[in-house]
Nanobody, 115 residues
Framework: QAQLVESGGGLVEPGGSLRLSCAAS????????MGWYRQAPGKERELVAF????????DYGDSVKGRFTISRDNSAKKVYLQMNSLKSEDTAVYYC????????WGQGTQVTVSS
């Protein structure tokens, strides 16, 4: 059964760091382009970061450039999001997504940035 399971969310103070993980199962993972998205209360879901299947191409949303880093381990079937210098406006539910060749969403993990 295909599944994406996010972990690593939680409560962190402004300026702190978190590392999100997304574990994939039931997929041929090294064929998949992957992304992290987020949705804050009352806002639309937005792209945070993208990584292609071999990890050579990475793109970021403007609001996280220079602070977040996406990476992947194809042997472990995982994609990661390292989040540094967190701000209150980063508070959201973060979702892992298969972007190509089909779309598939994880259930999400809550990230709350607050003092």
């Amino acid at each position: 059964q295909a599944q994406l399971v996010e972990s690593g969310g939680g409560l962190v103070e402004p300026g702190g760091s978190l590392r999100l993980s997304c574990a994939a199962s039931g997929f041929i993972f090294n064929n998949l382009d992957m992304g992290w998205y987020r949705q804050a209360p009352g806002k639309e879901r937005e792209l945070v970061a993208f990584i292609n299947s071999n990890g050579y191409r990475r793109d970021y949303g403007d609001s996280v450039k220079g602070r977040f880093t996406i990476s992947r381990d194809n042997s472990a079937k995982k994609v990661y999001l390292q989040m540094n210098s967190l701000k209150s406006e980063d508070t959201a539910v973060y979702y892992c997504k298969v972007v190509r060749p089909f779309e598939y969403w994880g259930q999400g993990t809550q990230v709350t940035v607050s003092s």
